[in-house]
């Protein structure tokens, strides 16, 4: 394996950026599509095998914005990685024991450019935060516009020395070395983003101390969580918790290496195929790569729609290696989707797939618990909301939840705005399922996470 250069393949290979993208009306929905590799799964598995002792083999990393994000700042940081010549999605990373080579200084701080990539920002602040040296850390403007007061506040806590650049509460961030004491609880938010709880665990074995999180108020999505938790137990250090209000880390319970981890396909990416099965799907869609026992949460997207009456099948392909052959299969429900009112809290992210669905329900649709939509890539519900009402649906938005009534007949051709949101675009192709034009703006903004989605579309959709 040889050594690869993050940002140098990428300007090598740059692709001119496409401004709309014009989905025909589809009636059908039929085929077999391989998932790319679980975001949240793939920057936690390439964070926490930096921090191990040895060298952590990973298989089928997902190839995204994201995780090219984690790596050139994991580079950018003295980890060595090497990528697979003969598999781009195969990836060695040499783990470091917990201690950064590269702390920078006052003068050149370790410069690190991190997008628009939240599960690298966030979990990159707290483990920075504890590895004494001297980071900045930046993104995009939309980043610096994503609330990290609380993660910062919760870190301050044990003593880390971080400075807001800009805006209160917002990066960029400047981290300093710092003394550390974790001998009193950290209390941290558990209402605005479950990422600030997935960084303070992750982060908090590099103290090397006695630590105890105190989660203050109600634990949104928390399945986020418990991938947290079964990744880094994976990697050898266990977390003892007290239900979903505090988490306790024993002194010394350090990360050690696997030998070779694999990555489960994308739960949230399988909900727009799943959804087209349900809507469409009269011979099924089938994904392949995650099963009924993902340590996804969104996974639980297959049982709503089983509630909601499509025919949901789950593969029963069993592999050594990982769980990369299991599938599920969704077909069309034999009777009109009725309107349901549903907490999300379990499923934050696939809940904006139920959101779109809602456009082909018998009545109202409301999606409860998703507070957490307003600080995602983009303020989601506001940005849902106003999406669907382009296409005819009547909506109405309160602070957590949304409310969906879809018009007697979708509006053909209306142009939809996605916000640089991976999600926004991914979800309204289901759009032309109902039998009308689309156009997406921006389709370009799915390389967040699914690069090839809309190929991946066209293969199932059918006239």
């Known amino acids: 394996m040889l050594p690869v250069t993050l940002g140098q393949e990428t300007n090598n290979n740059e692709i001119e950026k496409m401004e709309q993208l014009h989905l025909p009306a589809y009636s059908r929905a039929q ?42 700042a994991l580079a950018n940081l003295g980890v060595a990685l090497e990528q697979n010549p003969n598999d781009s999605l195969n990836w060695k990373v040499q783990g470091i024991n917990g201690n950064f080579p590269n702390k920078g200084t006052v003068q050149k701080p370790v410069d690190l450019f991190l997008g628009n990539a939240g599960t690298a920002f966030r979990p990159l602040t707290a483990a920075l935060a504890f590895s004494d040296g001297h980071y900045y850390l930046h993104g995009v403007p939309r980043m610096h516009e994503r609330p990290i007061g609380d993660l910062v506040d919760a870190l301050r ?129 089938t994904v392949i790569g995650i099963g009924e026992n993902s340590i996804q949460g969104d996974v639980k997207f297959a049982n709503e729609l089983k509630e909601l009456g499509a025919d949901i099948q789950y593969g029963d ?6 769980s990369k052959l299991d599938s599920i299969t969704a077909i069309k429900a034999k009777q009109k989707i009725k309107g349901f009112d549903l ?20 009545g109202t649709t409301s999606l409860r618990n998703i507070a957490s939509w307003r600080v995602k890539e983009t303020d989601r519900i506001a940005a849902m909301a106003t999406e669907l009402r382009k296409v005819g649906a009547t909506v109405i938005e309160g602070a957590d939840y949304i409310t969906i009534t879809p018009p007697e007949q979708l509006t053909s051709h209306a142009v939809i705005d996605t916000y640089d949101d991976h999600r926004m675009a991914m979800c309204f192709s289901l759009v032309s399922l109902g039998g009308v034009p689309i156009t997406i703006n ?21 006239a």
């Open 442 to 462: 921006d389709p370009d903004c799915v390389n967040k996470t699914f690069p090839n989605y809309f190929e991946e579309f066209k293969k199932i959709a059918k």
């Open 31 to 72: 085929g077999i599509i391989k998932l790319p590799g679980s975001k949240s799964i793939s920057n936690r598995t390439l964070l926490l095998a930096a921090l191990s002792n040895g060298e952590t083999e990973i298989l089928d990393l997902l190839k995204s914005d994201d995780t090219d994000r984690m790596l050139e």
């Open 317 to 322: 392909f069993n592999s050594q290696l990982s």
């Open 157 to 285: 806590q044990a003593g880390a020395q971080i400075e807001y650049l800009k805006n209160e509460g917002f990066p960029p961030l400047k981290i300093s070395p710092a003394k550390l004491d974790c001998s009193q609880p950290i209390k941290i938010r558990g209402d605005v983003s479950s990422q600030f709880l997935t960084a303070l665990l992750m982060a908090l074995p590099l103290t090397k101390q006695n630590a105890t999180i105190e989660v203050v108020g109600e634990l949104i999505s928390k399945p986020y969580i418990e991938i947290t938790l079964n990744l880094m137990q994976r990697f050898g250090v266990n977390v003892q918790r007290d239900g979903w209000s505090k988490f306790q880390i024993s002194a010394n319970n350090l990360y050690k290496n696997i030998r070779m981890i694999a990555v489960e396909g994308d739960a949230s990416s399988a909900s727009y195929f799943l959804a087209a099965g349900a809507i469409a799907g009269e011979n099924g869609v």
């Open 343 to 362: 907490d999300c809290n379990h499923i934050p992210d696939a809940a904006m797939t139920l959101a779109v669905l809602a456009l082909f329900a018998d």
